[in-house]
């Protein structure tokens, strides 16, 4: 199982980022995708997720300004960020879940993570 992350960068306020993950090694259409974030010193936080069905899920920090998608002829899965903050400055992270439903708490439940790419949010 590989999840590949792409798409950080700097960015300014207000802003905007498109991550991708690339999946391989598992089943991708019959899984659920989601996306995680971490701050140096603190925990991980559940930005995001997509069911099977297409289904969208978001984190109310960041419901009305993140996109996720998934397009499984490509095995690839999306986070599109819109009107950037500099509190969505953190790692993020990509992971899957080898059901079709999965909520994505608890984090540690999911069973394959990505190695994580960095948003920087700063004018």
């Known amino acids: 199982v590989q999840l590949v992350e792409s798409g950080g960068g700097l960015v300014q306020p207000g802003g905007s980022l498109r991550l991708s993950c690339a999946a391989s090694?598992?089943?991708?259409?019959?899984?659920?995708m989601g996306w995680a974030r971490q701050v140096p010193g603190k925990g991980l936080e559940w930005v995001s997720g997509?069911?099977?069905?297409?289904?969208?899920y978001y984190a109310d920090s960041v419901k009305g300004r993140f996109t996720i998608s998934r397009d499984n002829a490509q095995k690839m899965v999306y986070l599109q960020m819109n009107s950037l903050k500099p509190e969505d400055t953190a790692v993020y992270y990509c992971?899957?879940?080898?059901?079709?439903?999965?909520?994505?708490?608890?984090?540690?439940?999911?069973?394959?993570w990505g190695q994580g790419t960095q948003v920087t949010v700063s004018s």
């Open positions: 090694g598992f089943t991708f259409s019959s899984s659920a």
């Open positions: 997509i069911y099977t069905d297409g289904s969208t």
């Open positions: 992971a899957a879940k080898m059901t079709a439903y999965y909520s994505g708490r608890p984090l540690e439940d999911y069973d394959s």
